[in-house]
């Protein structure tokens, strides 16, 4: 018999919080929900694959390709960090969430969404420099600069995770303690806060700023450059190359960002439960998914490793 959420915010323990989900048991969401574990699956496979293939393969042991592992990494610590949860909540009818998890959560979620933010800035200019400096691309983007970045994108990240929750969770708590979220994410935990929010509202905001608008904006000069030298090109094969490419990325970002800026660039009184549940879904399972898709198993490079792989793997025929 599963609980309602409220005869479970009257069992379990002061301290915790409540998740509310994004899931009833009616037929139409235990469908949506198997959806969701089926991304999940399709999301754990395909990033794990990928992060194995790069390190196995050293025809891909490129600064391209260390980016792409990378970003398979984040994506494949960021669907983790909330699914598996809320996966437990909804079969077992347990909502409740420790503090403790909830730290947990909100570190892995924050650090990874700001070096993912990152890293997509740095894939961008990697592509900038690729295209439009081929001959000097080996010294403007060796091991060293990559390396650095890349280094760069995880300490930034981890370091807004950290603020984070030591802010947010050295709020007073005194009112409702139920996140209407399938995880525990700083916007919706803020409206349950009776102490004032105002000044670290405004902190994130900033944040929000650089970790968003600042590499956006990059990542916009980046790829305008690119086209205005894709254009240029008398390669058609060479220009239609560089433009899939180029539609691919701007595809991942577009969503990414699009999605990030709604959840954490909006106050906390315009906020909707149901909007955010939504959008924070698209961008932390879906997302998680379409990236090694969209950025890598189009690839020909990774293709042709995955298909040596798969080579190997099959039982050699006898002669004679």
């Given at each position: ?22 899931f009833?048991?009616?037929?139409t ?17 395909a990033?794990?694959?990928?992060v ?21 990494l ?23 969430i ?31 420099v ?17 390396g ?88 058609q ?8 490419t ?44 379409l ?23 099959k039982?050699?025929k006898?002669?004679?």
């Amino acid at each position: 018999m599963k609980i309602s959420i409220m005869e479970w915010e009257n069992q379990t323990s002061s301290s915790d919080f409540i998740l509310t989900g994004i899931f009833s048991h009616t037929p139409t969401h235990m469908f949506l929900f198997s959806l969701v574990l089926g991304i999940f699956t399709v999301a754990l496979l395909a990033n794990t694959i990928m992060v194995l293939l790069i390190y196995q393969d050293t025809q891909l042991h490129t600064p391209m390709y260390l980016l792409l592992s990378q970003l398979s990494l984040m994506d494949l610590m960021l669907i983790c960090t909330t699914v598996p949860k809320m996966a437990y909540n909804y079969l077992s009818g347990r909502p409740s969430i420790s503090v403790a998890e909830c730290e947990a959560q909100i570190f892995f979620y924050v650090s990874l969404f700001g070096a993912e933010c990152f890293l997509l800035a740095v894939m961008a200019y990697d592509r900038y420099v690729a295209i439009c400096y081929p001959l000097q691309y080996h010294n403007l983007m060796n091991w060293k600069i990559c390396g650095v970045m890349v280094a760069s994108s995880w300490t930034l990240g981890s370091f807004d995770g950290i603020v984070d929750v030591a802010t947010t969770l050295s709020f007073s708590y005194c009112g409702s303690r139920e996140i209407a979220q399938f995880f525990c994410d700083v916007p919706a935990l803020l409206t349950l806060s009776c102490s004032d929010t105002s000044t670290f509202e405004t902190l994130v905001f900033i944040c929000c700023v650089l970790m968003l608008l600042f590499p956006l904006l990059l990542i916009v000069i980046s790829y305008t450059r690119v086209i205005m030298a894709v254009i240029r090109m008398s390669s058609q094969e060479g220009r239609h190359k560089a433009f899939t490419t180029c539609t691919s990325h701007l595809l991942v970002v577009g969503m990414y960002y699009a999605a990030a800026m709604f959840i954490y660039m909006r106050p906390t009184s315009n906020r909707s439960p149901t909007q955010d549940k939504m959008v924070s879904s698209f961008y932390t399972i879906l997302t998680p998914m379409l990236n090694p898709l969209i950025y890598s198993f189009r690839n020909k490079d990774v293709a042709k490793a995955f298909s040596k792989v798969l080579g190997k793997g099959k039982p050699r025929k006898s002669i004679g």
